[in-house]
């Protein structure tokens, strides 16, 4: 109670927080901030409490996720070259897609085309304004249901590299969790590399949830997997996993996995 109280009055000085109790945790908005991780905030004591928020243990786990996410999408990128595949990267819930702009801001990435899905309207043109901000071309920001195979369907050009990060924490459900993976291992020709995160533990998950909102203003309900359990429903699905790490307690997973099961396309 004490804390709800402290995040809706005083709370409300800083930015984060501000942004975390709107736009909800979920949201892609919210991350894309997150992974700035410079404190804004009204007054001195508002940048002060932004930035201990932001320094979180928490937040810190989901920046050496995308840390991780980066270093493992450059690998599938090294992987669909040595395919002499052109690098083509869906994010089938990217949000803002941060990571995915990272990585494409490299030297010697140019030629890889990335098409960033979401039904989040709001993250997706964030996304695109950030996208433009640095000069980067070769980027779709596009409305798309990550769940719907007719949506995914209409993805041209089609991908070699899929990438779904941030997104199972918030299924319940483990039957939809496997449905994406299956749908993703359908849409990837042989040889074409899935990426997936997954929230093993959170380190104040009671609090977490018992304060902060979703994207849909709904109670937070995060839902803990073991790395391993994900992975085995991927290798079940015809993917190999290639590799996967996690941050230095292992709250978050980042796998790296590949379609085999099918001829080159």
Not at 85 to 98: L, M, N, S, Y
């Amino acid at each position: 109670l004490l804390g709800r109280l402290a995040v809706r009055t005083l709370g409300q000085t800083s930015e984060g927080i501000k942004l975390v109790t709107t736009k909800g945790l979920t949201s892609g908005v919210m991350l894309d901030y997150i992974y700035q991780n410079q404190p804004h905030g009204r007054f001195i004591i508002g940048r002060w409490i932004d930035k201990l928020y932001l320094s979180h243990r928490a937040w810190e786990d989901v920046r050496t996720r995308k840390n991780n996410l980066e270093a493992f999408l450059v690998d599938a990128i090294t992987v669909q070259r040595s395919l002499n595949r052109r690098p083509v990267i869906v994010d089938v819930a990217a949000g803002a897609a941060r990571y995915i702009l990272d990585v494409k801001s490299r030297n010697g990435m140019q030629d890889v085309q990335v098409i960033c899905r979401d039904l989040d309207i709001e993250a997706l043109e964030r996304g695109k304004c950030n996208a433009e901000t640095l000069g980067l071309t070769g980027i779709q920001f596009t409305t798309g249901d990550a769940l719907k195979s007719e949506s995914l369907a209409e993805i041209q050009p089609k991908a070699n590299i899929a990438v779904s990060s941030g997104f199972y924490d918030w299924f319940n459900e483990d039957e939809l969790v496997q449905k994406s993976i299956s749908l993703l291992y359908n849409i990837l020709p042989s040889g074409g590399c899935f990426l997936f995160t997954n929230q093993v533990r959170h380190v104040n998950q009671e609090f977490t949830q018992g304060v902060f909102i979703d994207l849909h203003r709904q109670p937070l309900r995060m839902t803990m997997r073991p790395a391993a359990l994900l992975n085995e429903w991927a290798e079940s699905l015809g993917f190999k996993i290639l590799k996967t790490t996690g941050d230095k307690d292992f709250n978050y997973s980042v796998t790296l996995a590949q379609n085999l099961g099918r001829a080159t396309c």
